[in-house]
């Protein structure tokens, strides 16, 4: 373990599995005391396990951030009171993606995309922002998605989301940045999942055919990400989306 996060406190939603555990696990190895949240009790005990037995600091927050702002205040109560009265870092990750084309959506589906993927982090932000002020700072990592900005014919919904939580991440650091609250966001790429079966593992690298990277990428390197923008080493870094993503928006991909 390194301490580049010793003393300080984390709240990660959606941290049960993939990129959400991947940084609880990361912030913690920092020295970070880390609430991880998420829907499953069984996965969140078995991540806080993890985490302990490194030698770490962790516990577990059940939440169901459905996009109310009630579920999101009490998420941040009990985060707080878990962290000893503050939450110093906020990783804004949970989302959903549903398999659905423009055709297929309903009101339902658009609801519940929008609900989880801006209104809960943005309840969740608003309700943990007054106790980060008070304290004298803090910083928030919001999750974007490499197709808000390249369009896919797929998932029309979860784009728009996810390009909202990146045009909150500048509007909020230029709101919040006098006050001292640091906020900053990661546009991950292709991110293959350590439980997808080599089928999966498979389709997605083929996304990722023609770019530097060449492969899909794993939770670990946003994870590496989500702790650099965590730490003082990004004391200078405010209103940026940091493309983490193997070269796949910023690079031409020349078909072979």
Do not use: C
Request: charged letters at 20%; proline letters at 4%.
């Amino acid at each position: 373990m390194t301490s580049r996060l010793q003393g300080r406190t984390a709240l990660v939603t959606g941290s049960t599995s993939n990129i959400g555990r991947a940084t609880a696990v990361a912030l913690a190895a920092e020295g970070a005391h880390v609430v991880v949240s998420g829907r499953d009790e069984t996965k969140g005990a078995a991540v806080v396990d993890a985490i302990r037995s490194a030698g770490g600091k962790a516990d577990f927050a059940r939440a169901d951030l459905d996009g109310s702002s009630a579920a999101s205040r009490a998420l941040a109560a009990e985060a707080t009171a878990l962290l000893g009265g503050r939450v110093d870092v906020l990783v804004n990750n949970a989302g959903v993606y549903p398999a659905s084309s423009t055709p297929t959506a309903d009101d339902e589906m658009v609801d519940r995309v929008f609900g989880v993927n801006v209104k809960a982090p943005f309840f969740l932000t608003q309700a943990l922002l007054p106790g980060m002020i008070g304290a004298g700072g803090g910083v928030v990592v919001n999750l974007g998605s490499w197709i808000s900005r390249l369009g896919v014919p797929s998932g029309a919904i979860y784009s728009a989301s996810k390009g909202a939580m990146e045009t909150l991440t500048r509007a909020w650091a230029s709101e919040f940045g006098p006050q001292g609250i640091r906020v900053n966001a990661i546009s991950p790429g292709v991110i293959a999942s350590a439980d997808w079966d080599p089928a999966t593992r498979a389709a997605a690298d083929v996304m990722m055919k023609g770019t530097p990277a060449g492969r899909s990428g794993r939770p670990e390197a946003i994870a590496a990400a989500a702790v650099y923008l965590a730490s003082d080493d990004a004391e200078f870094v405010h209103g940026i989306v940091l493309d983490v993503d193997g070269g796949r928006t910023g690079v031409a991909v020349v078909a072979a």
